[in-house]
């Protein structure tokens, strides 16, 4: 009895009732069935167990599947998955298996042979749309670590600096916010130095009609190597470049100057060619400048070392500049060049969600190996759940945070009768409507792909699936699968 504002209540405990916190799990069950996509997962996995009494890998990346997509960021978060009676069966598994079990089944999982799995398998979810035009967004983002990990290395961290940390090198496909590939290294190897060997392969393994139609980067990748091998290739690109002194000289030339151009966004451009010390020709750059119209803060330190605020006040007859300097390989407008590049800052935002809502930030082993395959099987999952919500939403991306608590978080109650299986939903959303709307406009969708596609494989019928989902992306054009397309690592989608 517990005595409330509301008076006295009688609390009763009933933990054999088959209920769920993630009631609308199962249309994204559905959703990945109808793909093929967890099936195909599993049977690819390269996990071999020998023990008559070691757990199915089906159960194993099941688990991994709901705790990844209930939002956890440790392995012992996924204690908590146990307690759902409803929805592992609807994935086809017999038990929910303990964080232990997932730790020995990651490690039991041969390095190389994960990465080509997971790969294979993130191909299968991204490779159709690289039909389309599309840009590459490639950037690297810091996890900083608080053990002794394998590659833990301090080195570039900016918001806590002296932290130890792991760098991952991430691969997008623009304004869709879909990863195509990513990579755990030391810390120590963030720099574009050790994300192009990857980089490379990554292009040179795509047929011509496939690669980017422009390979973006911040000022990390605007150097003489990166910038060569992209034009060996033929590969656009636009990179933002450092405040060097001879970038500096560049556009202390160009204040003097006049003919400065509309670039959006309250920026100003104007383009100019360059050629910098260690460069082995001169290319085309584009000087931004934006007028700050405000009072600034600075932020100095005194003799002692000590941190003191003051500011610097902007009268009627001075003026201050912000300045950004591109370097690119395209013939575009400066209008153009300039909205190119501030929606790079995308990037930064699916980051910020991969780590903070989706478990990047987390999931840390002493070994790296173990790091490099959850961070693999998080962006599969990031991946799968952009998309899905996409059929809900097909004109814009939402985040983890709000796409979670209206799509999926509701009350689940199972009940059996007369060999019929009954989940009854209550949510406490206060846009529930909205939610069960648009979860029913996907129950008929698959309904209907389940009508007049019996005799489809399960890969053409991913083909309408993102056809359906990604129809603003595709402007209504529906997506042809080629008569063959075998990812590597991918070998059982039907």
């Known amino acids: 009895m517990a005595d409330t504002f509301a008076g006295r209540i009688h609390v009763e405990w009933d933990n054999s009732a088959a209920v769920t916190p993630l009631g609308q799990m199962p249309f994204f069950v559905e959703f990945v069935k109808q793909g093929g996509l967890f099936d195909g997962l599993v049977a690819d996995c390269p996990l071999h167990y020998t023990s008559p009494n070691a757990p199915r890998k089906r159960d194993v990346l099941g688990t991994t599947f709901l705790s990844v997509l209930a939002g956890h960021y440790r392995y012992a978060h996924m204690t908590t998955v146990r307690c759902d009676p409803v929805n592992p069966p609807l994935l086809g598994m017999t ?3 303990s964080e232990d079990a997932v730790r020995r089944g990651l490690d039991k999982i041969e390095e190389d042979t994960g ?3 997971l790969q294979g398998h993130l191909d299968y979810t991204t490779r159709p749309l690289l039909s389309e035009p599309w840009i590459l967004d490639i950037d690297t983002t810091v996890k900083p670590l608080y053990g002794h990990q394998e590659g833990a290395v301090v080195s570039y961290n900016p918001h806590k600096p002296g932290r130890p940390s792991h760098s991952y090198h991430c691969y997008m496909i623009a304004n869709l916010r879909l990863v195509l590939a990513v990579d755990v290294a ?3 190897e963030h720099t574009s130095k050790h994300f192009s060997p990857r980089l490379w392969k990554f292009l040179d393994g795509l047929a011509p009609s496939l690669r980017p139609w422009l390979l973006r980067g911040d000022a990390g990748f605007g150097n003489e190597p990166v910038m060569r091998d992209a034009e060996q290739r033929g590969q656009p690109y636009l990179f933002k470049l450092r405040l060097t002194k001879n970038v500096k000289r560049a556009i202390e030339r160009a204040m003097g100057e006049q003919d400065w151009h509309n670039a959006g966004g309250r920026w100003q451009g104007k383009d100019g060619q360059l050629r910098l010390q260690g460069w082995s020709r001169h290319r085309r750059i584009v000087i931004l400048r934006r007028r700050l119209e405000r009072s600034l803060a600075l932020a100095e330190r005194d003799e002692a070392g000590q941190l003191r605020l003051s500011f610097a006040e902007i009268d009627d007859g001075g003026e201050v500049w912000e300045y950004a300097v591109l370097v690119t390989s395209l013939d575009s407008e400066i209008l153009s060049i300039g909205q190119l590049y501030r929606d790079r800052a995308d990037c930064e935002n699916v980051f910020d969600e991969l780590k903070n809502q989706w478990g990047w930030g987390g999931f840390t082993t002493r070994d790296l190996k173990r790091c490099r395959l959850m961070a693999g099987l998080v962006a599969l999952f990031f ?21 979670r608590p209206l799509l999926l978080h509701a009350i689940g109650r199972q009940t059996r009768h007369a060999g019929r299986t009954t989940v009854t939903i209550t949510s406490s959303h206060g846009e529930h409507h ?3 709307k648009a979860l029913t406009r996907i129950a008929s969708f698959f309904a209907q792909l389940r009508k007049t596609a019996e005799q489809l494989t399960s890969l053409e019928r991913w083909y309408r699936i993102l056809s359906q989902a990604l129809k603003k992306f595709l402007r209504g054009r529906k997506l042809v699968p080629p008569r063959q397309f075998q990812p590597a690592g991918a070998a059982s989608y039907g």
Do not use: C, K
Not at 384 to 391: D, I, K, Q, S, T
């Open 186 to 188: 030391p810390g120590n």
């Open 115 to 117: 990465q080509t799995w």
């Open 383 to 403: 991946n799968w759940w952009n998309l899905f919500v996409r059929l809900a939403d097909p004109n814009h991306h939402r985040e983890a945070i709000t796409s």
């Open 95 to 97: 038990q929910v298996v």
């Open 434 to 436: 909205r939610a069960q």
